[in-house]
């Protein structure tokens, strides 16, 4: 297979190249040497997803952005957030591999987990992120809790120390009181603070930032995709 191409999208609008470059350099790290990244944001909308108005929002920008994706030779299309949005409808739409780094985590809790704690942004979106979650099997198995950050999603980082330090407070409480055996990071802004943790209190922390990378390479390489059976084509009845 010659190189692989991925696109990923963050659906917060308003970030700059250099910020946007620096999420190209960290996430390289989950994927094979000469796989070819390429991280952009959505050009106008929500600052942050932290809302279904804000998934609603945004969701237009995604489609337009895995459309333009595809059209461009790339492999694979990550929605870059763990609420998922809009996958269901690229995948109507498209014909490469569409990531939710939602899904993708959770898969990996099943397999790593027998008890687990998700950790969001901010206390507001804990009702939305569990309402999500219990339509998920493994959720309604094996999730103890979610617990807010109160950090919003775009500071998260802006101090990566006080991050770090609201993250170590919520990791405690979910081990001592949640009896967690695993912390699932619910918002990719977490993305690359899960060693530190998992080094401090012996539990393992799920970064669905990487998980998704490493699995829309894998997904492309080896053409996992849904049949047209599974998500119907809105544009055209071909059959894959």
């Known amino acids: 297979m010659e190189q692989i191409k991925l696109k990923i999208l963050i659906p917060n609008s308003g970030m700059d190249r250099d910020t946007l470059n620096a999420r190209e350099s960290m996430l390289s790290r989950a994927v094979s040497p000469g796989t070819h990244l390429?991280?952009?944001?959505?050009?106008?909308?929500?600052?942050?997803?932290?809302?279904?108005t804000d998934e609603v929002i945004a969701g237009p920008y995604l489609l337009e952005a895995g459309r333009q994706a595809q059209q461009?030779?790339?492999?694979?299309?990550?929605?870059?957030?763990?609420?998922?949005?809009?996958?269901?409808?690229?995948?109507?739409?498209?014909?490469?591999?569409v990531v939710g780094p939602g899904a993708v985590a959770l898969a990996a809790a099943d397999m790593l987990a027998n008890r687990f704690?998700?950790?969001?942004?901010?206390?507001?979106?804990?009702?939305?992120?569990?309402?999500?979650?219990?339509?998920?099997?493994?959720?309604?198995?094996k999730l103890?809790?979610?617990?807010?950050?109160?950090?919003?999603?775009?500071?998260?980082?802006d101090d990566p120390q006080a991050t770090m330090r609201y993250l170590r407070a919520v990791c405690q409480v979910a081990v001592e009181e949640d009896q967690a055996d695993t912390l699932v990071l619910g918002c990719l802004g977490m993305a690359q603070y899960g060693d530190a943790l998992e080094q401090e209190f012996g539990v393992k922390v799920i970064d669905p930032a990487f998980l998704a990378v490493a699995w829309a390479e894998l997904a492309a390489r080896l053409n996992l995709r849904p049949s047209r059976r599974s998500y119907g084509s809105v544009n055209t009845q071909e059959e894959l």
């Open 144 to 157: 103890a809790r979610v617990r807010a950050l109160n950090i919003p999603v775009a500071e998260l980082r």
């Open 38 to 52: 390429s991280v952009d944001c959505i050009p106008a909308g929500p600052i942050s997803i932290e809302s279904i």
């Open 117 to 141: 704690t998700v950790v969001t942004t901010v206390e507001r979106n804990v009702s939305r992120t569990l309402r999500r979650l219990k339509q998920n099997p493994v959720c309604r198995e």
């Open 72 to 97: 461009k030779g790339y492999d694979a299309f990550v929605v870059y957030c763990f609420s998922d949005l809009a996958v269901d409808a690229l995948r109507e739409q498209l014909s490469i591999p």
